[in-house]
């Protein structure tokens, strides 16, 4: 990709401009096939409650058709927590659902604090465990929209349009809790969290999908139960090791299962246990297909925190584990983080302390329920059916909370739906939130 600094319209619009303003605001434009993008950075405090504290750099990337340069922002919240935004492309676009949001929008990409260019956190050396802890604790929902706000108005934006993914969708509720008239319309694909319930109500939910999706699985392949059980011997007697020199634990191994949460996720799955144990293939696939490791480590040590509106998580996924699993050593968990695997990976083991004090902290609730029931901003939400990762039944009870709100719920798509038929979707949740479809 080209950057043009002195690219004629880049000069044109306010705050595109290679010099910092007096809020720390930078911007580069660079012109890549069929997108002009403009690269923005952002100083914002670490604690907003202590604006004059420690300072991060947050990065937004502005996505827009060659032609489409005046229209309003879309700002994307991505996955995770702990994953930085897509990264667009066209020929062939890249997320699916681009294109058709090009067609109305700029796309603002946000790396959420702690990822991609937005100040990336990784072991947070040189601090004692209570200091990571508290440092870990600034990255939650509540954070992240504090500092959209922020980049919204260094770009002049009176409102925008948001769409949210999955945990994108958590942070898109509480900037309606918070700041609604900022917000234009909001989009939910598989994001829309339970409000004021306890956190181990959302993993008894998984984890009674979770068993729904290991027999599902089995009984497509059925041959896959003996190797599942043969690996599950090897890690018990620690003979499974990554290529790091990890060892694979029995814990992390059934975490695999994550990926039956996506529509091609048992084919995935069952293409990695087919091949032979002892080859490299196969330690260097498990090892990428592992959800929780240290590429992402705010994904681990803060995910049951990120589901907690209110209360105590106190690893809550280790002690909801349905007795069905200690029965049965073949049965794959989902989206369920143990403390074990913070202890296990090498990457994330600096934070295993830090991660047992989060454990234990008592959370700021995230979302009003008063302030849900009276704002008056256009939404939509696809709410897949039998999403394992965000419940249906508990986005349905937090949709009938927003009078505006237009839930679609459909089992044609998985928790990936955004990225397996995006076009699709975005289509439908625009015409939803926009009164046009019924």
């Known amino acids: 990709m ?114 991609g260019r937005s100040s990336p956190v990784g072991t947070l050396p040189g601090l004692t465990p209570a200091e990571q802890a508290d440092r870990l604790a600034l990255f939650r929902a509540d954070s992240i929209v504090a500092d959209a706000e922020l980049v919204r108005g260094a770009l002049g934006v009176d409102r925008w349009s948001v769409l949210g993914q999955s945990f994108g969708g958590f942070c898109a509720l509480h900037y309606l809790s918070v700041a609604p008239g900022s917000l234009r319309e909001v989009l939910f694909t598989g994001g829309l969290p339970p409000i004021g319930r306890p956190v181990d109500d959302v993993y008894r939910a998984t984890y009674a999908t979770m068993l729904e999706r290991n027999r599902r699985y089995y009984t497509r392949y059925p041959l896959d139960r003996d190797r599942v059980r043969a690996l599950q011997e090897r890690a018990v007697a620690g003979e499974l090791t990554l290529p790091g020199g990890d060892l694979l634990r029995p814990e992390r ?36 297909a592992l959800p929780f490791n240290g590429r992402n480590p705010l994904y681990a040590v803060i995910h049951e925190a990120s589901y907690a509106d209110g209360g105590v998580t106190g690893w809550s996924a280790e002690r909801t584990l349905p007795p069905q699993y200690l029965e049965d050593p073949t049965l794959f968990t989902g989206e369920h983080v143990f403390g074990s695997f913070i202890e296990d990976d090498s990457g994330l083991a600096p934070l295993r302390d830090a991660a047992e004090l989060l454990a234990g902290r008592e959370w700021p609730r995230l979302y009003d329920a008063d302030v849900l029931a009276s704002v008056d901003v256009p939404c939509a939400a696809a709410i897949y059916a039998e999403d394992p990762y965000v419940d249906r039944v508990f986005s349905e009870e937090t949709a009938a909370i927003l009078p505006p709100m237009r839930p679609w719920v459909t089992n044609e798509y998985q928790h990936n739906g955004l990225r397996a038929g995006g076009e699709h979707i975005l289509d439908r949740l625009i015409g939803l939130a926009r009164g046009r479809l019924a």
């Open 253 to 288: 191994l059934r975490s695999l299962g994550n990926a039956l949460g996506m529509s091609t996720g048992a084919e995935e799955l069952h293409y990695l246990l087919e091949r032979d144990p002892d080859s490299p293939a196969f330690r260097h696939d498990v090892a990428a």
């Open 2 to 115: 080209a950057e043009h600094p002195d690219h004629p319209d880049h000069r044109e619009h306010p705050g595109h401009s290679d010099q910092a303003d007096h809020r720390g605001h930078t911007t580069r434009f660079v012109h890549a096939p069929g997108l002009d993008l403009t690269e923005h950075e952002l100083t914002v405090p670490l604690d907003h409650g202590a604006p004059d504290g420690d300072q991060l750099t947050v990065f937004a990337r502005e996505v827009a058709d060659p032609d489409g340069r005046d229209r309003p922002f879309l700002l994307f919240l991505q996955g995770g927590p702990g994953q930085e935004a897509s990264r667009p492309t066209r020929g062939p676009s890249s997320p699916a659902w681009l294109d058709r949001a090009l067609r109305d929008f700029r796309v603002l990409m946000l790396d959420q604090r702690g990822t």
